[in-house]
């Protein structure tokens, strides 16, 4: 018998929630409907009929009401799963009566302030905790260090993280002014 | 009217004006998108996400305000000071029009 669920290990950054919306609806496509998520890493899946479906993503990491839940309602949106602040929605295409249909946010602005919260209440809050916390703390072990490297796992552990991290600020640091760029057009 | 609520509102963007415009007269949000979809025979199109947060400003700076809820939905009305910005709006749109199109002299606003 055929697979009737499966889950998918995925890593999407908090930049990459376009990327994330291409990928499900692409899912969706070949008959994988997301049921939910478990940090925005485990992507659980079940079977369904092929079909084209539009995802989209909201931050909203304050919390939303009820009249916000309704408003998507009205609209054709169904809410399905929400994960660290992010709201998954989605639309099946032959419920649109125009391209404008299948966008949550209308206009440049709109997903400026999005882009904004999230840098503000995701990226700032990482940021504080690199340079407060793992740079003093790897700066320390590097200075307490005398002669083999890797005989100090806790120094090779921090480095690791320090190093991910950087790698983390450059590829969110890029898509973040990119995604600016376009929402300002 | 304070130098910064001017500052954000005039001018207006068309899908502010339209939400503002709409608001003359109780009502909600999708009730607000599906009026204006038909006023502009579906060339002005307001989703959800830009007409909640947009709602949620005007709220906040003294545009609009919260009537009273119905089956999970907020409906607003426009204040005073959010009547005074789209006559100011109306009036500013309308010279434009009348510097373009200078063989008439004035237009009228259906809904």
Known sequence: ?185 | MEERIRKIYIPMTETGFYILFCLRREQHGYGISRQVKKMTGGEVVISPGTMYGTLSKMEKDGLISFVREEEKRKIYCATDLGRQILDIEIRRIERLYQNTHPDRESISISV
Request: aromatic residues 14%; charged residues 30%; proline residues 3%.
């Open chain 1, 1 to 185: 018998m055929a697979k009737s669920r499966k889950t998918e290990i995925k890593i999407f950054t908090i930049a990459d929630y376009e990327e994330e919306e291409t990928w499900l609806r692409e899912q969706h496509r070949q008959g994988w409907k997301l049921v939910n998520t478990n940090l925005p890493v485990f992507y659980h899946f079940v079977k369904c009929e092929p079909e084209d479906v539009v995802y989209r993503l909201d931050y909203k990491n304050s919390g939303e009401d009820r009249n916000y839940m309704q408003m998507f309602q009205d609209y054709g949106w169904e809410y399905f799963n929400s994960c660290m602040g992010w709201l998954y929605f989605r639309k099946p295409v032959s419920e649109m009566d125009s391209d404008m249909d299948e966008e949550i946010f209308s206009d440049g602005e709109s997903k400026l302030d999005m882009l904004e919260h999230v840098l503000k209440t995701r990226m700032l809050p990482l940021a504080a905790a690199f340079l407060c916390c793992l740079i003093p703390g790897w700066l320390r072990l590097l200075g307490e260090l005398d002669g083999d490297i890797l005989a100090e796992p806790l120094f090779v552990i921090m480095s690791l993280l320090v190093f991910l991290y950087v790698i983390l600020f450059i590829h969110c640091g890029r898509k973040f002014v990119r995604l600016r760029r376009k929402y300002r057009k």
